[in-house]
T-cell receptor, first 113, second 116 residues
């Protein structure tokens, strides 16, 4: 079975703090893709990153970084020096072998000034 | 980048009426389109997958006679909520993909449906 678990329902931090959003996935496929999306209050999903199962290199994009570890089936997302504009719901997703995206439950991040 | 639009962005309708939501891929041909529903403070749940020119495949528990999906062209898919009821009020999001199963999906901005 394919599954994505985001155990943190809500996280609240103060601006400039670092924050890590956890994502654990389950799949029997050897080839798969993992994604992170941001959903601000407007509702539109914003694509953040796509990572295939053969690329375990960590990635950094500005204040964002991702840690992919196949050994623990995790794909965690860290925001460094968080800002109020980072407040949103963040979804981790898995692209199954059927081509369907399976979303985690989402983590609501609130960054307070 | 690939752009997907949805129309309308918000719609309010009366119980018992039908409402149609359009999803368009603006700068690419979408061989596959997906429709998701998102209730407040919940995740996106896939409702159906549609391929151009063929019948949509619905996920378990989704009523195909209530949620009519038409993917008549490579750039347009429509979702019609028939005989809408207040419990159908939700945020509906479409996505489009142009190629193989592992190609990326591009998401529309969503349509907020309120049934009174």
């Amino acid at each position: 079975a394919q599954k994505v678990t985001q155990a943190q329902t809500e996280i609240s931090v103060v601006e400039k703090e670092d924050v890590t959003l956890d994502c654990v996935y389950e799949t029997r496929d050897t080839t798969y893709y993992l994604f992170w999306y941001k959903q601000p209050p407007s509702g539109e999903l914003v694509f953040l990153i796509r990572r295939n199962s053969f690329d375990e290199q960590n990635e950094i994009s500005g204040r964002y970084s991702w840690n992919f570890q196949k050994s623990t089936s995790s794909f965690n997302f860290t925001i460094t020096a968080s800002q109020v504009v980072d407040s949103a719901v963040y979804f981790c997703a898995l692209n199954s072998n059927t081509g369907k995206l399976i979303f985690g439950q989402g983590t609501t991040l609130q960054v307070k000034p | 980048g690939a752009v997907v639009s949805q129309h309308p962005s918000r719609v309010i309708c009366k119980s018992g009426t039908s409402v149609k939501i359009e999803c368009r891929s603006l700068d690419f041909q979408a061989t596959t389109m997906f429709w998701y529903r998102q209730f407040p403070k919940q995740s996106l749940m896939l409702m159906a997958t549609s391929n151009e020119g063929s019948k949509a495949t619905y996920e378990q528990g989704v009523e195909k006679d209530k949620f009519l999906i038409n993917h008549a062209s490579l750039t347009l898919s429509t979702l019609t909520v028939t005989s809408a009821h207040p419990e159908d009020s939700s945020f509906y999001i479409c996505s489009a993909r142009w190629g193989s199963l592992d190609d990326e999906q591009y998401f529309g901005p969503g349509t907020r449906l309120t049934v009174t």
